[in-house]
């Protein structure tokens, strides 16, 4: 389902539902791993240029994995100082990224703290300085896929400089992470490349992980990220879970994690055969649905048939949430699979993740009260350090996004999120993740002091995971003087219908009606909120109804004319709107 790549790509409704689904493999709180808070965390920074600080420091908040990541971290600089025996004025930046390095494959980034993006900027820094070691590019390469893809006439290039990485010896957690960004790479760019080789290099690397007794990050999250890159490709996925077969025949272990990336390949399928359709519930009469049902109903009996040999793997039972969800089984089922992830594991993330989205009102009937109460026991349970109670931002995000716009408006609610934000923060000050769903929450609720506050904490190191670029702009335009009309979900809809009316005057318009229609969708609901003025809601309600007939008219383009002219007719209204308000609006385009 490409969990992990942001809002880009061959299907973007994929890819969002992935994103939100399985939000514990984004990096933050991965099972079975319990972090001490510490002050010890570098600030924030806003450019490239960066500071080195003390990833060892940060290492050390955690009680599980320590040696895997001290040995990993001086094999890595032991590797690195064999290749590059004169010293060099970019030593220290190199060291630094096989720090960030060694800390991302045994924990992730576990709390959202930017690891991935700072290593990138060291890279760019000794690069400046004229490091040109491939086992740093290589690592670098790796960290900057999940934000950059590299034009197709480079990609042949950069994989096989990454091949060459995973032939070379260095640690074999370098060498797994190195070959699965050559394989997404060829998967993305559709090279003609003999992927087995690829393959097979990675399956050695996790064979020699597997014996070695790995972090469960290691051996389950890198492995279930090559699954779901390659989803769009049943015979690369089929090969990717055969050489994970091998790798624990070849170590002689059989584990829980093993039958878990099963239940995950056959759910993986089982998405893969919904086609191209919007999110919610299974539709029983979608021509896809005997395939996917059949691909479902593999991915339970395989999760069962682990949960019963392997009663104490956490990632089982919290697969299986997800599978309730997918099938819509009861509300008991799925907490009688919460309740045994949380048994063994209570920091199960991922659990109380997939409980939050199970609960969201387009999957659970309801009218959100039970997110709201599951928040509120997320919170309860004061569970800082497995980021327990910040399963809240982002299932108050999607119930802002899918069920009630106002929640964040709402003062006994704000009162408690804004708490919650402030304490998780104090604890971990570098999360940006986090800070990110802050900032978005103060915006979408219209709390101009908290916005300003974080935006200038955040300056550029916003996750764009969380908001969009055009979500930032306005968030700068608010807060710029003389540029934002004071009323934010009117500025938003105007950036936003600017960019639907781009796309549709631009020559190669065929083919983007559904980049038209998500951006019409997001505009209507940043666009749900009224103002004070009667006249003002009155321009709103006419913008409102011409974005409804807009959207009504995407997807035949027999009639983009009659989209175009609705688009116009909304931007008008909007520009009436601000000026009812007394905002100080944007002279209207003159195409108006």
Same mark, same amino acid.
């Given at each position: ?40 965390? /570098? ?65 992730? &980034?576990?709390?959202?703290? $930017?690891? *991935? ?67 997404? *790479? ?23 992980? @597997? ?20 989803? &769009? ?7 990717? @879970? $055969? ?19 099963? $239940? ?34 593999? /991915? ?7 949960? /019963? ?35 063994? &594991?209570?920091?199960?993330?991922? /659990? ?43 299932? *108050? ?8 716009? *106002? ?55 916003? &996750? ?41 005057? $631009? ?86």
């Amino acid at each position: 389902m490409k969990r992990l790549r942001k809002f880009a790509g061959s299907f973007p409704f994929k890819r969002l539902l992935a994103i939100i689904m399985m939000m514990a493999l984004i990096g933050l709180a991965p099972t079975g791993t319990r972090a001490t808070p510490s002050d010890s965390s /570098a600030p924030l920074a806003g450019s490239d240029q960066i500071d080195l600080y003390d990833v060892d420091a940060m290492a050390a908040r955690f009680s599980e994995n320590k040696d895997f990541y001290q040995k990993l971290r001086d094999e890595g600089i032991a590797f690195y100082s064999s290749q590059n025996p004169t010293p060099s004025s970019y030593d220290d930046n190199a060291r630094e990224i096989i720090r960030l390095a060694a800390y991302y494959v045994t924990w992730g &980034d576990y709390y959202g703290e $930017g690891v *991935l993006r700072d290593l990138v900027r060291f890279k760019k820094m000794a690069e400046k300085q004229g490091c040109l070691d491939p086992f740093i590019y290589g690592l670098y390469v790796s960290a900057n896929s999940v934000d950059h893809t590299p034009p197709d006439a480079q990609t042949l290039q950069i994989v096989n400089k990454l091949l060459t990485c995973a032939e070379a010896q260095a640690p074999a957690a370098f060498r797994l992470w190195e070959a699965k960004t050559a394989i997404v *790479l060829v998967q993305n760019h559709k090279l003609n490349v003999d992927e087995s080789q690829l393959i097979s290099l990675w399956e050695k690397a996790f064979a020699q992980l @597997i014996q070695d007794h790995a972090p469960t990050f290691t051996t389950y999250n890198l492995a279930s990220y090559l699954l779901d890159e390659c989803s &769009d490709d049943d015979s690369t996925e089929n090969l990717v @879970i $055969g050489a994970i077969h091998q790798a624990y025949h070849e170590s002689g272990k059989d584990s829980g994690l093993c039958w878990a990336l099963d $239940g995950d390949f056959f759910l993986d399928l089982s998405w893969g055969a919904r086609g191209p359709r919007m999110y919610g519930p299974v539709n029983p009469m979608y021509e896809g649905r005997p395939l996917e049902g059949e691909r479902l109903q593999k /991915a339970q009996q395989i999760l069962e048939a682990g949960y /019963a040999k392997f009663p104490d793997e956490s990632k089982i039972a919290s697969l299986m949430i997800r599978v309730a969800m997918e099938e819509t089984l009861d509300r008991s089922t799925m907490e009688m699979w919460f309740q045994r992830a949380i048994k063994t &594991d209570p920091n199960n993330f991922g /659990a109380y993740a997939a409980k939050m989205y199970y609960l969201q009102p387009r999957w659970y009937a309801g009218n959100g009260t039970e997110v709201w109460k599951f928040s509120q026991e997320c919170i309860a349970s004061q569970n800082w350090s497995a980021n327990i109670p910040m399963v809240l931002a982002k299932g *108050l995000d999607q119930f802002f996004e899918y069920g009630d716009p *106002l929640v964040f408006t709402r003062p006994p609610i704000w009162k408690k999120v804004e708490a919650t934000y402030r304490k998780y923060l104090s604890l971990y000050p570098r999360s940006s993740h986090i800070r990110t769903y802050f900032l978005k929450a103060a915006y979408v609720g219209h709390h101009p002091n908290v916005l300003r506050e974080q935006y200038n904490i955040l300056g550029a190191n916003w &996750d764009h995971e969380v908001i969009s670029q055009d979500e930032y702009d306005c968030m700068t335009a608010s807060l710029t003087p003389n540029q934002g009309s004071g009323y934010p979900d009117m500025d938003e809809a105007l950036v936003l219908l600017q960019k639907a009316e781009t796309i549709q005057s $631009g020559p190669a318009y065929d083919g983007k009606d559904m980049e038209v229609f998500n951006i019409l969708i997001s505009v209507r609901t940043v666009m749900q909120d009224g103002g004070a003025k009667p006249v003002y809601r009155n321009h709103r309600h006419l913008a409102l109804k011409a974005l409804d007939a807009a959207a009504s008219g995407v997807p035949g383009h027999d009639q983009l004319q009659a989209v175009d002219d609705n688009i116009k007719l909304a931007m008008q209204e909007i520009h009436n709107a601000l000026q009812a308000a007394g905002g100080k609006a944007k002279a209207a385009p003159s195409s108006i």
